[in-house]
């Protein structure tokens, strides 16, 4: 039974592309994903889902892909760290990274960037202490936080503040009836 299992193929979305998987169903996702589809950005760090080094997002969903067997992302949705950059351009959370010095090493950094940005993307408050807490799976060893929390809080404001832009309405929209309104 277990031999079947692994001749069947797993099918996977992974980064918005559906991918098929061959192999022990039983391997860890974060293996998968940097053996099996290249794709390196998420990083071993303990291997016993600590560190936050290795998240991904599952179903939008932070997760240690280091704890995650491959058979259950099957059907699922998988986000790496390379699918916030959009044609090369740097997504607004990187980009506030960039700005604030939030990144060091560069281990962390992806598994980080993955948490932060689910918490931009389900509309999460720019309360530096809420961003501190939704982020304390994740260790960094070099920045001291600081930095991270203040490129979050800078990608949570601006993410609000173009929300509001684009939710303007028209000017005719605050004018009165003709006649007087009556």
Not at 125 to 131: M, T, Y
Request: hydrophobic fraction near 35%; include cysteine.
């Amino acid at each position: 039974m277990a031999r079947e299992a692994c001749d069947k193929a797993l099918v996977i979305t992974v980064n918005g592309r559906r991918r098929a998987y061959k192999g022990p169903p039983f391997k860890r996702l974060l293996d998968v994903l940097r053996e099996d589809f290249g794709l390196t950005g998420a990083k071993e760090g303990c291997g016993e889902g600590e560190c936050g080094a290795c998240t991904v997002l599952l179903d939008h969903a932070p997760v240690a892909s280091c704890l995650v067997p491959a058979s259950q992302a099957e059907g699922r949705r998988v986000d790496t760290v390379e699918s916030l950059a959009r044609s090369k351009a740097l997504s607004p959370l990187q980009k506030s990274f960039m700005e604030e010095a939030a990144s060091q090493c560069g281990i962390c950094t992806p598994g980080i960037l993955l948490t932060a940005w689910s918490w931009v993307k389900s509309g999460g408050s720019a309360d530096p202490q809420a961003i501190r807490e939704y982020l304390s799976g994740n260790l960094c060893r070099c920045t001291g936080y600081q930095s991270i929390v203040d490129a979050v809080v800078k990608t949570v404001r601006r993410s609000k503040k173009e929300s509001l832009i684009r939710r303007q309405v028209s000017p005719h929209d605050y004018l009165p009836p003709r006649g007087g309104g009556k």
